[in-house]
């Protein structure tokens, strides 16, 4: 959460840090929900699903090694922001969605 903005603004996001904003935002909103609805869908069951949920987004960040990028100086190699700038996004979303929602409240 803390330098979540970094790999935006290597995408070309307009203002990372605002994106990075959203992100935490969804964290904190899915914390809360679950926090709420544990007793009642069950701790080991969402365990297992939510740990499932982070495994397969995990899989499908597979997509930030398509990103041309200079890796000494950490910057794009084109200027095209497009598809994989918000697949990124909801790549990482998803991934905040599914931690927070078990993984993150309930040990």
Known sequence: MYFSSTPFDIVGFFDPIAVGTVVAGFKYSFTVLFILLIDRVGCHGLLLWTTRGCQYVSFAAVVLSYISLD???LQLTNDEFGRLAYIILVTMISFVACYASDLG???
Do not use: E, Q
Request: charged fraction near 15%; glycine fraction near 0%.
């Open 105 to 107: 409240c309930v040990p």
């Open 71 to 73: 890796t000494r100086t």
